[in-house]
């Protein structure tokens, strides 16, 4: 069983600046591309960033881009979105996303976090 829990969410002004956390635990692996999502009331959920399993950067939203970054602690199972310069457009629930690999499986599932809530006041 594995397990996605987000944190680092709540309520902050505009131009201010918040990091959400996603630890990822259970039956893990290897983990392949982690990625943050966000689901704004009455839309339907898109994808903000993404890292691949190096660690490294591998997408970031142009609604996003020179504002939040995406980093792994690979050691930890553990990834961060730091959010800079937050707009009112910003507010969302953010999902964190996962490809895990359990032991004794020969494929990747793919695993959501529960959210949490960014609001983003003006």
């Known amino acids: 069983q594995v397990r996605l829990v987000e944190s680092g969410g709540g309520l902050v002004q505009a131009g201010q600046s918040l990091t959400l956390s996603c630890a990822v635990s259970g039956d893990i692996f290897s983990i392949s591309t982690m990625g943050w999502y966000r689901q704004a009331p009455g839309k339907q959920r898109e994808l903000v960033a993404s890292?691949?399993?190096?660690?490294?950067?591998?997408y970031s939203a142009d609604s996003v881009k020179g504002r939040f970054t995406s980093t792994r602690d690979l050691h930890k199972n553990t990834v961060f979105l730091q959010m800079n310069s937050l707009k009112p457009e910003d507010t969302a629930n953010y999902y964190c996303n996962a490809d895990v690999l359990s032991s004794g499986s020969s494929d990747y599932y793919n695993y959501w976090g529960q959210g949490t809530q960014v609001t983003v006041s003006s």
């Open positions: 890292t691949s399993s190096g660690g490294e950067e591998t």
